[in-house]
């Protein structure tokens, strides 16, 4: 029994599924999870000792890739000086500060320790800002497990959603309103028909995989929160510091009203932050009456880790990144053309995903129509040859700063192996 499969089975008895996340089973893609010992740079080790080239990168926060020399120094400094707390450090106002300077609407922050708490605050801000109760996300968007965001879409084109998960509320998942992506319409007539509180998007959405809003769609989506006084917030939790230095708004040219980030603001530890205008920010506690706390808010070793990350990310590595990622999808296209297997791979820089689709996929019902078989196969033979990908067709690759022209190389011969094992 390998190492990994013994770790498993004893998970098995004392962790819901084996894992303290639902997508790290590796059931969509049906094989048992993989034990990770260790990670360097773009690789990293099971606990068998196998080698991959990993594109998951922690789900997006590790953009210099593991263990980088930087971030482990700072952590370990940190560490040595005091590792919480709950009051005051110098590391938190420099950290404000650079990611105020970064992205221009985000003129004060409030930090967190998860993307979805950062969510959760930033709906109770919104809601205490407008007076108003009603949510509007899209559907196959993810914002963090927020109960009122675990809601699916009914019938219809702009529903008042339903419980997408036991343990849910009617009342929580009545007051979001959910509508399919990039659909022009169907935003007009949410946004008129209900009183809305906040309009809530990924600006590229990447947890259906990544499909990139149609030219206009995010424009549309300001015009129609303020003329209707509703706030624009964007869940910038993978986006941030990734699609540009500035985030998506800074790629697209559309200033939200409140900016949610995650991942590569913890660089690799557990921390997230909201972030807004000045009069926006100010209601939150204890500057205004909007209450949020956290006891490991603003953590010293998550923010050392996020300062030395922000560090490395200057013009140069946006340049690096972008580069990555056009060679792995031009490398993926050319393998599963060599083997005559239809994709539609889907990218901005810092993201793809590889549809096993003929056609593009503009929204939830596309992805969720791709050949999830396939793909699950697929990445079981990747997996086979030392490269970990994502296991779930709805999600995103994450190429980072520590990814080579080996890297890409490595990766397109396994995939293109792993094509024609589809085909046989
Ligand atoms: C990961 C993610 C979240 C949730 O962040 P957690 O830290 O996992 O709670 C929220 N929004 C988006 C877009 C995400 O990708």
């Known amino acids: 029994m390998s190492r990994s499969s013994d770790l498993y089975h004893r998970a098995l008895e004392l962790l819901p599924g084996g894992v303290n996340s ?35 990168s922690s789900w997006g ?106 343990g849910v509320t009617a009342a929580a998942a009545a007051s979001t309103v959910i509508v399919p992506w990039g659909d022009f319409e169907a935003i007009v007539h949410a946004t008129e028909r209900h009183q809305l509180a906040a309009i809530l998007v990924e600006p590229v959405p990447a947890n259906m995989g990544v499909v990139p809003a149609p030219p ?22 993978i986006t941030g510091f990734r699609v540009s230095p500035g985030g998506a708004q800074e790629r697209y040219g559309v200033q939200p009203d409140l900016t949610i980030l995650g991942k590569i603001v913890g660089g690799g530890l557990p921390a997230a932050a909201y ?50 990622t056009r060679l792995l999808v031009s490398g993926l296209l050319d393998a599963a053309a060599s083997a005559a297997v239809a994709i539609t791979v889907q990218s901005v820089p810092g993201l793809l995903t590889p549809f096993f689709s003929e056609n593009p996929v503009r929204d939830y019902e596309g992805a969720a129509a791709c050949d999830l078989d396939r793909y699950g196969a697929w990445c079981r033979a990747l997996l086979a040859r030392g490269v970990y990908p994502p296991a779930s067709q709805f999600e995103a690759w994450f190429p980072s700063l520590a990814h080579t022209q080996d890297d890409v190389e490595h990766t397109v011969n396994a995939a293109r192996e792993a094509f024609e094992e589809l085909g046989r």
């Open 22 to 56: 639902p997508v790290r089973a590796m059931r969509s893609i049906g094989r048992d999870p993989i034990f990770v010992a260790s990670g360097s740079g773009s690789r990293i080790r099971d606990v068998d000792g196998n080698e991959y080239v990993d594109w998951v």
């Open 61 to 166: 926060p590790l953009i210099l890739g593991h263990a980088h020399p930087a971030v482990i120094d700072a952590v370990t400094e940190a560490a040595r000086r005091g590792t919480s707390f709950g009051a005051p450090t110098e590391g938190e106002v420099e950290l404000a500060a650079d990611i105020v300077r970064r992205i221009p609407s985000v003129e004060m922050v409030r930090m967190v320790s998860s993307g979805t708490e950062a969510t959760m605050s930033a709906i109770r801000l919104a809601r205490a800002a407008t007076g108003r109760e009603l949510l509007l996300k899209f559907a196959g968007a993810y914002h963090g497990h927020v109960d009122g965001l675990l809601a699916q879409a009914g019938s219809g084109l702009a529903t008042q959603g339903i419980p997408a998960s036991p």
């Open 216 to 237: 206009g769609f995010l424009s549309l989506l300001q015009e129609c929160a303020s003329q209707t006084g509703a706030l624009l917030i964007f869940d910038e939790v």
């Open 275 to 324: 972030g807004g205008s000045r009069e926006l920010m100010e209601r939150v506690a204890p500057a205004g009456d909007v209450y949020q706390a956290g006891t490991l808010s603003g953590n010293p070793l998550a923010v050392a880790a996020a300062l030395a990350t922000l560090a490395q990310l200057e013009p140069a590595a946006y340049e690096q990144l972008t580069q990555t």
